[in-house]
């Protein structure tokens, strides 16, 4: 395992901001993750390690894609987070955590999900290392991802709804938050992505940081070099960060970060809705969900509901190391719009026969529009497989009216 | 710092302090004025003002729907402000509300804009739920610049030096968090109180608990088991939320409100122990 020695500081980012009732529980776990996964106390990073190779599939593989790298004139690479069990990154951290609260004697896993992916995970883990688990997922998240909340419940996983807001990711992370502060003795809630109080940020990441150590060593084995880019998607920022923090000292690589620019980056201030999920290019510093980060606010700092295509990425705040890094101009903050990464599903689906999250095809529409920004070899994250999502894209894809050569097919294949 | 402050002054008169909490603007900005006045009447000693933010996640679902139905009325922090001045109350106003609220106020950057407008506004303390007592020192300044308390919640799971951080850190009084969990009335009162009473049985601050507080009888046992104030929130949200679901007239909210202010205030005195029930 990597880490900085932030003490829970990125620059400013960061903290611990949560009811009091929590804080002996955050203290314990920052304790339980430096004397586990730092220092690997009683061998809990090997046995990790082993249930991410013999249960998860580690490693996932480095491909080269030939028709995209046709496409774009420069040699595209898939880390495929895909073919991670469970169908995305997402367990590499609800393993790691599942494990840890094992070895911090706790009795029951609660965690929060957006797409899904994350509950799924957290399912699978729970049910692999035999921990009771709850998943709180907003109402219409459970609408629009349905078949992720049969797997979580089929591996055993109670799913609650959230009605609160508009029942989407950041509404099930405040729900968890009350759980945890009402059974913390005996509770660990399992965050999702590097955001919420230290150390959640600096442990997921560390979680997630595989993909990148692998991806270093299978790019140095197929080119002999270091990639020119990394391109991976940004909502709460845990694949972008697990696929980052490997190459952060090294500064010819270009690092970047594709977030959701839904339907406009322009705010609805009397709404309170962004019609996007670009926290890192638009949002401004605050506090939300135990951290001080870049959130989507209003001028008095209320949270505004946020907006993506993408369930996974629709949320109003993100990870505070990855605020940072885009400040000290480390990572680069873009966006693509919800056309551009349906347009980016279809054609990647197409092209490489590799179906992406919908998630991930935002950093594929980076590259569409872009193919010149990336170098002479990129590695794009496939943060996760676009099964979830087809309901989704079949449906979003008549709305947006999109000419795309397979969504007819699609659409017919869906009306039988 | 507690007995030169408003705050402080209530406790030094002795009686147990009876702290209702309401949201500002619940469930419309005028009715909400007379709600606040009529629990001064019923006996209040110091009230706590919520300040509405979004995601309230130390607060349970009567509190939470209480935040929406005031955010949807148009509660922002400068009407909040406005709301304080136009209060005809003469007790101390202590403003609950979450650190980005804070954190965000005015053109500088920093919790001191908020405090100062509140101070100017005649707020006497803050409570902030989710601010530990680590990353308080910016608002901690602030408040001792312009003379405001600031309160910090002590819970069932605070030990050891935790207690000690935040006794550097509090003013006015400590909230002493009756149970673990989220905010919301209960049918009994928790034995995690005694517990958390007896931690803190040393420290010279007042001690007000709260969380979970419905009925005179909790006031009276819980002023017995040693607490200088009780702290009530859902209890009286829920007045104010069946009030609002069937029409009922202002006035006879307002009403019940003070009575049941009453309730827990009468209860709050019973609990102090007497000469005879101290031998």
């Not at chain 1, 990125?10 to 004397?35: C, H, N, T, W």
């Not at chain 1, 590799?354 to 010149?372: K, M, R």
């Not at chain 2, 053109?107 to 601010?131: K, M, N, T």
């Given at each position: 395992m990597t880490t900085d020695d932030t003490n829970g500081q990125?620059?400013?980012?960061?903290?611990?901001?949560?009811?009091?009732?929590?804080?002996?529980?955050?203290?314990?776990?920052?304790?339980?993750?430096?004397?586990?996964?730092?220092?690997?106390?009683?061998?809990?990073?090997?046995?990790?390690?082993?249930?991410?190779?013999?249960?998860?599939?580690?490693?996932?593989?480095?491909?080269?894609?030939?028709?995209?790298?046709e496409?774009?004139?420069?040699?595209?690479?898939?880390?495929?987070?895909?073919?991670?069990?469970?169908?995305?990154?997402?367990?590499?951290?609800?393993?790691?955590?599942?494990?840890?609260?094992?070895?911090?004697?706790?009795?029951r896993i609660i965690a929060e999900t957006g797409a899904g992916q994350h509950g799924t995970a957290t399912a699978m883990a729970a049910a692999h290392l035999d921990m009771p688990c709850e998943i709180f997922m907003g109402e219409t998240d459970i609408e629009r991802q349905r078949p992720n909340v049969f797997r979580m419940e089929l591996n055993g996983a109670t799913v609650t709804p959230v009605t609160t807001g508009r029942g989407t990711l950041k509404e099930a992370i405040s729900e968890t938050m009350r759980d945890w502060a009402t059974n913390v003795e005996?509770?660990?809630?399992?965050?999702?992505?590097?955001?919420?109080?230290?150390?959640?940020?600096?442990?997921?990441?560390?979680?997630?940081?595989?993909?990148?150590?692998?991806?270093?060593?299978?790019?140095l084995a197929k080119t002999g070099d270091a990639p020119d880019s990394i391109v991976a998607c940004a909502g709460g920022g845990s694949n972008t960060m697990g696929a980052f923090h490997e190459f952060r000292d090294k500064e010819d690589v270009d690092l970047i970060a594709v977030e959701a620019g839904g339907s406009s980056l322009e705010v609805d201030e009397e709404a309170g809705v962004a019609p996007n999920s670009a926290t890192l290019s638009t949002g401004e510093e605050g506090v939300?969900?135990?951290?001080?980060?870049?959130?989507?606010?209003?001028?008095?700092?209320?949270?505004?509901?946020?907006?993506?295509?993408?369930?996974?990425?629709?949320?109003?705040?993100?990870?505070?190391?990855?605020?940072?890094?885009?400040?000290?101009?480390?990572?680069?903050?873009?966006?693509?719009?919800?056309?551009v990464a349906l347009e980016s599903f279809h054609r990647?689906?197409?092209?490489?026969?590799?179906?992406?999250?919908?998630?991930?095809?935002?950093?594929?529409?980076?590259?569409?529009?872009?193919?010149?920004?990336?170098?002479?070899?990129?590695?794009?994250?496939?943060?996760?497989?676009?099964?979830?999502?087809?309901?989704?894209?079949?449906?979003?894809t008549k709305a947006h009216d999109l000419d795309v050569e397979t969504a007819s097919t699609v659409l017919q294949e869906a009306g039988e | 710092?507690?007995?030169?402050?408003?705050?402080?002054?209530?406790?030094?008169?002795?009686?147990?302090?009876?702290?209702?909490?309401?949201?500002?603007?619940?469930?419309?900005?005028?009715?909400?004025?007379e709600y606040i006045e009529a629990l001064e009447r019923g006996g209040a000693d110091i009230i706590e003002l919520g300040l509405p933010f979004s995601e309230p996640i130390a607060e349970g679902p009567t509190i939470q729907n209480a935040i929406v139905r005031s955010l949807e009325g148009g509660m922002t922090p400068d009407r909040f402000f406005s709301f304080?001045?136009?209060?005809?109350?003469?007790?101390?106003?202590?403003?609950?509300?979450?650190?980005?609220?804070?954190?965000?106020?005015?053109?500088?950057?920093?919790?001191?804009?908020?405090?100062?407008?509140?101070?100017?506004?005649?707020?006497?303390?803050?409570?902030?739920?989710?601010?530990?007592?680590?990353?308080?020192?910016?608002?901690?300044?602030?408040?001792?610049?312009?003379g405001l308390d600031l309160v910090f919640i002590v819970a069932p799971t605070t030990r050891g030096d935790r207690l000690e951080t935040i006794m550097e850190q509090v003013s006015g009084y400590v909230y002493v968090q009756a149970r673990l969990g989220t905010t919301g009335a209960r049918e009994d009162v928790s034995d995690q109180t005694d517990e958390s009473l007896a931690r803190l049985r040393e420290w010279d601050v007042p001690k007000a608990v709260g969380f979970g507080i419905k009925t005179g009888e909790h006031a009276e046992r819980i002023v017995s088991a040693g607490a200088d104030g009780i702290i009530v929130g859902s209890a009286l949200v829920d007045i104010v939320a069946e009030g609002a679901e069937s029409g009922e007239s202002t006035e006879a909210v307002a009403d019940r409100l003070e009575a049941k202010a009453r309730e827990l205030k009468e209860g709050a005195l019973r609990g102090v122990p007497t000469a005879e029930s101290s031998d």
């Open positions: 990125f620059g400013g980012y960061g903290g611990q901001y949560v009811p009091e009732a929590l804080m002996p529980a955050i203290e314990e776990l920052r304790d339980a993750y430096e004397r586990y996964v730092l220092e690997n106390e009683d061998g809990f990073m090997n046995e990790l390690r082993a249930h991410l190779a013999d249960f998860g599939g580690r490693p996932t593989p480095l491909q080269r894609a030939d028709q995209l790298s496409r774009y004139d420069t040699e595209v690479y898939l880390k495929r987070e895909d073919l991670l069990h469970g169908g995305a990154h997402k367990l590499n951290n609800a393993l790691g955590q599942v494990l840890l609260a094992k070895y911090m004697g706790k009795e005996d509770t660990h809630y399992v965050i999702g992505s590097i955001v919420g109080p230290d150390p959640f940020p600096e442990m997921v990441r560390d979680f997630q940081s595989v993909i990148g150590d692998e991806a270093h060593e299978q790019i939300l969900h135990g951290a001080r980060t870049k959130l989507l606010q209003d001028e008095d700092g209320q949270i505004m509901e946020s907006h993506s295509v993408s369930a996974g990425l629709d949320y109003s705040g993100v990870g505070p190391e990855l605020a940072y890094l885009v400040d000290e101009g480390r990572v680069d903050a873009v966006n693509v719009d919800d056309e990647v689906s197409r092209l490489e026969g590799v179906i992406p999250a919908l998630e991930t095809a935002h950093a594929f529409g980076y590259l569409e529009e872009n193919p010149d920004a990336v170098g002479d070899v990129t590695i794009v994250n496939v943060s996760g497989r676009g099964d979830k999502d087809l309901e989704t894209v079949v449906e979003e | 710092m507690t007995a030169n402050s408003e705050i402080g002054a209530v406790f030094e008169a002795g009686e147990p302090a009876f702290i209702p909490y309401l949201v500002a603007g619940d469930p419309e900005y005028e009715a909400s004025l304080v001045e136009e209060l005809d109350v003469e007790i101390p106003l202590v403003c609950m509300t979450y650190y980005n609220l804070i954190y965000q106020y005015g053109s500088e950057s920093g919790p001191r804009p908020f405090v100062e407008r509140a101070a100017e506004a005649g707020i006497a303390g803050l409570v902030v739920p989710d601010l530990p007592a680590e990353e308080a020192d910016p608002l901690r300044d602030a408040c001792d610049e312009y």
